[in-house]
């Protein structure tokens, strides 16, 4: 892609008296994790190894997150888990990794109430006003009731973050974040919503920001007037009644510089309603990306500090930093699916001073120094699928889906050279077949890549028409393409392989990436003219592409599909879901029916589940689940409930949209073709595995994962090809 060089976010910008030399911040969150280290005394290869790749990849200043500080047992005493976690070794080498690359290190620090149900029901959830579950339903009701916290407590957290922030100073680090956004215990004393206090704590706006500047204070007191600090908040609370303003996040901001703040990082808080009937709680989160869709696409919410003007929820918290940087005099940051071009416009219009990023960063390391050279094309792009955030919320080491290596070992994410050269076949171009090409051209090999159609790619770029580009699958596939070309990887389209060719090419190593199989569906009917199956639909959109790009594609669905206006969609797992979106906004009437008992199979429970199903409610969409087919009719479809009531749903059209099948016919004719031979991606069911460092690749038959999408076929091609 050709874009201007950016000057603006490449210049030093001061924090307190500490020079950033870019604008570019890595936000500490809770994903950057790895989750296996915790309890690790020293810190381990692992965290190290992915500190330093953010701090070699160019970041200015590289925050850690999950700096929790809690009360003991006894309710009397504060700690953190920097401080119960990690030895002071430890946490000088982290310090040191990071300055090694002329960055700088921030831990970010949080109060860490209150408790969620489902992990910490036995422990005491303290938050600024003791709040029953009554209460928590209007605000979040997975968190468990709350007590308030005393006027002693909030004296030992206060000198808790105090006793944090001169440990990391003493190990070497060079500021510290306080976390006072999302739902953390700092913010139910800033949100209107959740306070409840009479005292000096509770009420008005300088009240409720007493606990922040507390802080703000005693770290200055105990470190030095030139520590520098970072206060994080929300820009405001959508959806939610009583919920704070733009204009009372403008007056905290005030208070926070004037008790010490070098700088406010301004992110978001977006409240959604719960659907009781599907089983979806209220809950809120802070990714705009994710909140905008899809039921506020469209929506003009600037009053509230939400700019959706960039698209795809790009910067859209930018509004809600823009008033608080009109009102301060230090630098402010923002977060929430920022990228570096947009970054620098506002900027250089002086609307905010830096961006942070958390998700980016996951997906390539070399971020921030890519944007310096200009080499845009070679960024791996983040599709903004949200898996890293779903793992970290489940506590799991976070994946990426377009970068396999991400946390995994000290040196995992380098591909290092092969000891020799090989011959690598790999048969099929969608995500896991590119990766596994990408890498191993990278190990030195000489690849081969087969492909049945006539373009590479799979079909990840349909995946983004599909969901109108909101996810950027084809930028992920764009950038797979030219990552094998520029290596010189072979490429043969338009070749079907079986046992001959592959023979004829006479490999050391077959990497088999064909794809799932479509499901057969034995159903009385299934081929009256009526039904378009899956593969069908692919079909017709495959031969479409070898006219008009995925884009024009895109734009021409929306005045012409093969379906009728009423269209009654089979199956209601990711897939179904996904074709019933695209095909409402193509203005399609729509039902979705689902032989289970659940919607949404295959999405990830942290947002992009609960907002699609939101938006088919608000829609009016029916949703059947327990409901079996019996039959398809010219007229219709013939389903019956749980009960065996059957009613006709009439239709002009029948879509099946069901999850692929493992798909080894080809895996297994290829047996024995070559020294190793390999299946990845979704024709696996077996996710491919091995222990760091990788031997020997073998399946692990333990760990099923099906449907497998995109993220574990990527990663598996990763482990594959790099251990070739």
């Known amino acids: 892609m050709a874009r201007r060089r950016l000057e603006k976010i490449l210049e030093p910008c001061y924090i307190g008296k500490l020079k950033v030399k870019n604008r570019m911040i890595h936000m500490g969150s809770h994903g950057s994790i790895p989750k296996d280290d915790q309890g690790d005394a020293p810190i381990s290869p692992r965290w190290l190894a992915f500190y330093e790749s953010l701090a070699a990849g160019g970041f200015g200043l590289v925050s850690l997150g999950g700096g929790i500080v809690k009360l003991d047992e006894t309710g ?19 310090a040191a990794v990071i300055h090694k690359h002329d960055a700088h290190a921030f831990w970010q620090l949080l109060c860490g109430y209150p408790t969620r149900q489902l992990d910490q029901a036995h422990v005491t959830s303290y938050a600024s006003s003791t709040l029953t579950q009554d209460d928590l339903d209007g605000l979040i009701p997975y968190y468990n009731p709350t007590t308030a916290l005393t ?36 913010n139910t004393f800033l949100s209107p919503a959740w306070n409840r206090r009479t005292d000096e704590y509770g009420g008005s706006a300088e009240n409720r920001a007493r606990i922040v500047c507390e802080i703000n204070r005693k770290i200055k007191e105990r470190c030095g007037a030139d520590f520098p600090i ?68 469209d929506e003009d919410l600037s009053e ?32 929430g699916r920022t990228d570096a071009f947009n970054g620098d416009k506002l900027i250089a219009e002086g609307k905010i001073d830096f961006i942070s990023i958390c998700r980016r960063a996951h997906a390539d390391a070399d971020y921030c120094r890519k944007v310096a050279e200009g080499a845009w094309d070679d960024i791996r792009p983040c599709v903004g699928c949200n898996t890293c955030y779903d793992m970290s919320a489940h506590n799991v080491n976070t994946w990426c889906m377009v970068n396999g290596g991400v946390m995994e070992g000290a040196d995992y994410a380098q591909v290092p050279p092969a000891d020799a050269s090989k011959r690598v076949v790999v048969i099929g171009s969608g995500a ?24 590479l790619g799979g079909t990840l770029p349909l995946a983004g028409m599909i969901c109108d580009f909101h996810e950027d699958f084809l930028g992920f596939s764009r950038w797979q393409v030219r990552q094998v070309e520029k290596l010189g990887v072979r490429v043969m389209t338009k070749t079907v392989a079986d046992r001959a060719l592959v023979e004829s090419l006479a490999p050391d190593a077959v990497i088999v990436a064909v794809g799932g199989a479509e499901p057969a569906v034995d159903i009385p009917g299934i081929d009256r003219k009526i039904v378009v199956t899956g593969e069908e639909l692919h079909r017709q959109l495959r031969a479409a592409l070898k006219v008009f790009n995925v884009e024009r594609l895109g734009r ?6 093969p379906v009728g206006r009423r269209v009654v969609i089979l199956g209601g797992s990711m897939h179904g879901l996904r074709t019933a979106h695209f095909l409402m906004r193509r203005g399609r009437e729509v039902v979705i029916v689902e032989e289970g008992p659940e919607l949404g199979t295959g999405m990830l429970d942290c947002g992009p589940k609960p907002n699609m199903l939101r938006w088919f409610v608000a829609n009016d969409v029916e949703m059947l689940t327990n409901a079996r087919v019996r039959e398809i ?27 692929l099948e493992p798909n080894l016919a080809l895996y297994d004719e290829l047996a024995g073709v070559a020294p190793e031979v390999y299946a990845v991606g979704d024709c696996n069911p077996l996710i491919v595995d091995a222990p760091y460092p990788p031997s020997k690749i073998e399946p692990v038959e333990s760990e099923l994962i099906w449907p497998r999408f995109t993220a574990a076929a990527v990663r598996e091609a990763y482990r594959v090809a790099r251990g070739i």
């Open 76 to 94: 009397e005493r504060g700690f953190t888990t920097i401080q119960s976690n990690f030895s002071f070794e430890g946490l000088q080498a982290l």
């Open 633 to 659: 009719t010219d007229a219709g479809v013939v389903v019956a409930d749980a009960d065996g009531g059957e009613r006709l749903i009439r239709a002009d059209s029948v879509v099946t949209a069901l999850p």
């Open 151 to 186: 006027r002693e407590q909030i004296d030992v957290i206060t000198t808790a973050f105090a006793d944090a922030a001169e440990l990391l100073q003493r190990a070497g680090f060079d500021g510290v974040e306080i976390n006072a956004g999302h739902n953390h215990g700092l």
């Open 556 to 561: 021409l669905s929306k005045l012409y599909l």
């Open 432 to 455: 896991a077949g590119l990766e596994a090409a990408r890498v191993a051209a990278l190990r030195g090999h000489d690849v081969t890549i087969v492909e049945r159609e006539g373009q």
């Open 304 to 335: 509230w500090g939400i700019d959706n003007s960039f698209g795809k929820g790009m910067m859209a918290w930018s509004g809600a930093a823009a008033a608080v940087k009109a009102a301060v005099s230090i630098p402010v940051s923002v977060s």
């Open 230 to 297: 970072i206060d994080n908040l929300s820009g405001a609370e959508y959806n939610v009644e009583g919920g704070r303003t733009v204009a009372d996040t403008v007056e905290l901001a005030r208070l926070f510089e004037a008790s010490g703040a070098d700088a406010i990082h301004c992110r978001y808080e977006m409240y959604h309603e719960g659907i009781p009937e599907l089983g979806i709680p209220r809950t809120a989160h802070e990714l705009p990306d994710v909140d905008l869709y899809p039921g506020y696409v």
